[in-house]
């Protein structure tokens, strides 16, 4: 093989690096997810048999706008899967990024209407779900957080985990659940150093002087008291982060390490169609609990039925199924 060859492919398996840690670190938390027996039983969760209705002017109509819109997005999202070919699912991973977000937060916007916390800010939205995150109200497969200081990250409910390995890499296969959790740590760890970047980018760009050097000049180098100053304001870094980083990467030049990447799409777009669905059961029977059995069939049978029925029509049936007696309204 030619020198110049080599390089070119040299080249091209570097930028594939990026894609096949996201690769594993989704297969991750699918499996995560997946391996939970009990992850369909709400009922173990003491906020779950405690959840009311908290906002008394709630519009009903605003509630069926957004699952409607968390649905249309989802049915999108998962049309990818229905395509037998990986250079479509290739693709295709620029608008499955942010839809696969977007679905899961409209869900979760709908759920924080009925307990008047609802916020059209992003970052706030997500910080409110880190708090209930924190609270334990949300069932185990989706508790997993980071938190902490720089260089002093604390990873919680993360049951098998032991702290990450002195020789863990990202690209190593996953055969087990303490594989898996130590991806999920791993990424938790990236995408709370990345919240950090950019809010000290923001800061830069807003002249902070308490980042100011002896020359009145933003400095360049930080040390751990400056980074801790940027760390206090950063909340539980959780599983939507990791979904909000997936959305902010669906730009072009973000895109093009999974266009040179050599992974399985069609697996890694069900993995990502698995964790989308947990979220979505968890903040629909959430709501379902909130505003009764009635009125939640009202939103979901309003909704053209072939559009969903293998995804929230299916749910629902998980959510009688295993929690019989606790959709009617409280």
């Given at each position: 093989?030619?020198?110049?060859?080599?390089?070119?492919?040299?080249?091209?398996?570097?930028?594939?690096?990026?894609?096949?840690?996201?690769?594993?670190?989704?297969?991750?938390?699918?499996?995560?997810?997946?391996?939970?027996?009990?992850?369909?039983?709400?009922?173990?969760?003491?906020?779950?048999?405690?959840?009311?209705?908290?906002?008394?002017?709630?519009?009903?109509?605003?509630?069926?706008?957004?699952?409607?819109?968390?649905?249309?997005?989802?049915?999108?999202?998962?049309?990818?899967?229905?395509?037998?070919?990986?250079?479509?699912?290739?693709?295709?991973?620029?608008?499955?990024?942010?839809?696969?977000?977007?679905?899961?937060?409209?869900?979760?916007?709908?759920?924080?209407?009925?307990?008047?916390?609802?916020?059209?800010?992003?970052?706030?939205?997500?910080?409110?779900?880190?708090?209930?995150?924190?609270?334990?109200?949300?069932?185990?497969?989706?508790?997993?957080?980071?938190?902490?200081?720089?260089?002093?990250?604390?990873?919680?409910?993360?049951?098998?985990?032991?702290?990450?390995?002195?020789?863990?890499?990202?690209?190593?296969?996953?055969?087990?659940i303490e594989d898996a959790q130590n991806q999920i740590a791993s990424f938790l760890k990236s995408t709370r150093k990345k919240n950090a970047e950019v809010k000290r980018e923001k800061l830069e760009n807003a002249k902070d002087p308490r980042f100011f050097n002896n020359s009145g000049k933003f400095?360049?180098?930080?040390?751990?008291?400056?980074?801790?100053?940027?760390?206090?304001?950063?909340?539980?870094?959780?599983?939507?982060?990791?979904?909000?980083?997936?959305?902010?990467?669906?730009?072009?030049?973000?895109?093009?390490?999974?266009?040179?990447?050599?992974?399985?799409?069609?697996?890694?777009?069900?993995?990502?169609?698995?964790?989308?669905?947990?979220?979505?059961?968890?903040?629909?029977?959430?709501?379902?609990?909130?505003?009764?059995?009635?009125?939640?069939?009202?939103?979901?049978?309003?909704?053209?039925?072939?559009?969903?029925?293998?995804?929230?029509?299916?749910?629902?049936?998980?959510?009688?199924?295993?929690?019989?007696?606790?959709?009617?309204?409280?």
């Amino acid at each position: 093989m030619k020198p110049r060859i080599i390089k070119s492919f040299d080249e091209q398996a570097k930028k594939a690096i990026p894609s096949k840690v996201f690769f594993n670190h989704f297969s991750a938390i699918a499996m995560h997810i997946n391996q939970s027996k009990n992850r369909f039983d709400l009922k173990s969760n003491d906020y779950f048999n405690r959840l009311k209705l908290k906002n008394r002017t709630l519009d009903l109509n605003l509630v069926k706008k957004l699952l409607w819109n968390s649905w249309s997005t989802e049915y999108a999202f998962k049309m990818t899967g229905e395509v037998d070919n990986d250079d479509y699912y290739k693709f295709a991973l620029h608008w499955n990024f942010p839809q696969a977000y977007y679905t899961v937060y409209l869900g979760m916007t709908a759920f924080h209407e009925t307990q008047n916390i609802a916020s059209d800010q992003h970052e706030k939205s997500i910080k409110i779900f880190g708090n209930s995150v924190k609270d334990k109200h949300y069932p185990l497969p989706i508790s997993f957080s980071c938190s902490g200081l720089h260089e002093e990250f604390e990873y919680k409910r993360l049951i098998k985990f032991n702290g990450i390995p002195d020789n863990f890499n990202g690209l190593s296969s996953i055969n087990c659940i303490e594989d898996a959790q130590n991806q999920i740590a791993s990424f938790l760890k990236s995408t709370r150093k990345k919240n950090a970047e950019v809010k000290r980018e923001k800061l830069e760009n807003a002249k902070d002087p308490r980042f100011f050097n002896n020359s009145g000049k933003f400095r360049k180098t930080f040390n751990k008291s400056h980074w801790d100053l940027i760390y206090t304001t950063i909340p539980e870094t959780t599983i939507l982060n990791m979904l909000y980083r997936l959305r902010i990467k669906a730009n072009y030049h973000d895109i093009e390490s999974f266009i040179n990447a050599d992974i399985n799409f069609n697996r890694f777009h069900q993995y990502l169609s698995d964790i989308v669905s947990y979220l979505n059961f968890v903040h629909e029977s959430y709501i379902c609990k909130v505003i009764g059995k009635v009125e939640y069939e009202k939103v979901l049978n309003g909704f053209p039925k072939h559009l969903n029925e293998s995804t929230a029509n299916k749910r629902y049936e998980l959510f009688e199924k295993h929690n019989p007696k606790t959709s009617s309204k409280s």
